[in-house]
């Protein structure tokens, strides 16, 4: 496997070669719009494109540090995903008729966001197969948890978690190790980075002016608001804030969230392999560690994997190494697909890359409007993001232009629950956790006790998102 470096997401390089399209100068001037949109990922696009549906007048901007899609966006495994899994804590969280809305909001983006693609011919290899949850051990639980599969069919969505069986879920991709687990219909498979470059085409051929390597230094908390970056300033009615773990380094977000760090592998070109072990179709797969692994096929023929460990950056700097350079994470992620699937040993693995993920307390987004109420923010999605942020464009979009709607209704459009500690106790217990689950992990996984201090230390992000759940 190739150090993962600072080089770009297999996505990203191969999104480029597939279509690098029009220039997008970084910002060198004072320019004026009716709407700054700070970051140019997942949450900036979609809140982009719902502004511009229902009002094509706007002058929209957006700035993007790197270019669009070269962070969290082009760097995830690519699944578009429900939360069916987590439906108790939604619950807990919002109560019962608002947990399931925004439940159904997330099953329903799915089916939305493909023909989205197809209505506006971004073709991200969208594949809406499902996602499978399996025990690949006695001792998993995870996505495909028991408790989340009678929870839906006691609220009458039996549909929406099914049980399997170790025969039924080896059917899908023949792992020795699945014991069952549950299949969720409601999920797809996607290239992400060919979607966030499919949405800024869209954008731009709409008129919406991007400005990309174009960093913000300042925004001014006027009426207009005055974005600066390096070399130029945007004068805008309202600023829209969309920069995903970037905004750690931000005064007002420094203790919204940890800046917690995964890592992915792809491996070469194998059908042949594929076939041999059942995978023929795209379903997501997701196990049931502490620390899950998340795999899935490409369009040619490849797998990528994520997940089984990961790291913690410093102070929420997502421009650090530790987001880029972490070699020992990257290689946790590819030992995983070889013990899952030990019919692959001696593939090589071709890429490999990190990328950030602004993890809240809950695990769910927060909305906040910043004074002198012309500066609103999306932020903390938690590692779910092509779901999540598909709604909450929709959530960004409506509170940008005042409306009150089933969208900024939501229970999740709310301020965070909590915040986490300041550095340097932040990175110590983040870190001490993350090897804890890493830790208990590998010695579950070698038929030993998960080891009392880290089945204590590993709970912990449990217990309090439990804590807040039971707050509401």
Known sequence: MPDPGAARSFWIEEALRHDPGEPCPPLDANVVADVCIVGGGFAGLWTAVRLNERDPSLRIVLLEQDIVGGGASGRNGGFFSSSWWDLDALIGLFGQEEGLRYALALADSVAEAEQFCATNGIDCWFHRDGT?????????????????VELCARLGLADRMVPLTAAEARAYADSPLFLGGAFIPDAAVVQPARLARGLRRLLLDRGVRIYERSRVVDVERSIPAIVRTEHGAMRADRVVLTHGSWAAGWREFHRSFAVVVDYVAVTEPIPELLKEIG?????GIGDGREWLYY????????????????????????????????????????????????????????????????????????????????IHAGLGYSGHGLSQTFIGGKILASIVLGIEDEWTSLGVNRPEAMKVPPEPIRWVGVNAIARSLERGDAREEAGKSRGRLNQLVGSIPNVVRDRLVARG
């Open 295 to 374: 795999l899935r096929p490409t369009e040619d023929g490849r797998i990528a994997i994520g997940g089984g460990a990961g790291a913690v950056a410093y102070g929420g700097h997502a421009n650090g190494r530790t987001v880029t350079h972490d070699r020992r994470v990257a290689e946790v992620a590819a030992r995983g697909l070889l013990t899952m699937f030990p019919q692959l040993q001696g593939t090589r693995f071709t890429h490999a890359w990190g990328g950030p993920i602004d993890m809240t307390a809950t695990f769910v987004p927060f909305y906040r409007t910043l004074r002198p109420g012309t």
């Open 132 to 148: 499978l949850g399996v025990r690949a051990g006695g001792w998993q639980d995870g996505i495909g948890r028991s408790e989340a």
């Open 279 to 283: 995978w023929t179709s795209h379903v």
